[in-house]
């Protein structure tokens, strides 16, 4: 009922740049907070950047590359990533914490997109 889909993915030499897009589609009544982590082989999720309460959260790492920004009219998100590294290259996940209805029933959810591949190489 409720799907995440992204886009923007791919191979970049280092210094280069991508744009992800995440949007989020549905019976959607609120969104309560919107961003994107990624995983590298073998490791856990970390966040990358996220709308949260009105805040806005970087990784340390990405701070002052990457920036996140939304269109909340589109309910989608994105991540305008440059100077990107070897280092950054990862599966990127879009992630909401949202409301929505089903009928007459109202619902709190955590979503995960399906992932998107971010190779950073020569």
């Known amino acids: 009922q409720v799907q995440l889909v992204e886009s923007g993915g791919g191979l970049v030499q280092p210094g280069g740049s991508l744009r992800l897009s995440c949007a989020a589609s549905?019976?959607?009544?609120?969104?309560?907070?919107m961003g994107w982590s990624r995983q590298f082989p073998g490791k856990q999720r970390e966040l990358v950047a996220a709308f949260t309460s009105g805040t806005t959260t970087y990784a340390d790492s990405v701070k002052g590359r990457f920036t996140i920004s939304r269109d909340n009219a589109k309910n989608t998100v994105y991540l305008q990533m440059n100077s990107l590294k070897p280092e950054d290259t990862a599966v990127y996940y879009c992630n909401a914490d949202l409301g929505y209805y089903s009928g007459s029933y109202f619902y709190r959810k955590d979503y995960w997109g399906q992932g998107t591949q971010v190779t950073v190489s020569s």
């Open positions: 549905g019976s959607i009544f609120s969104i309560y907070a």
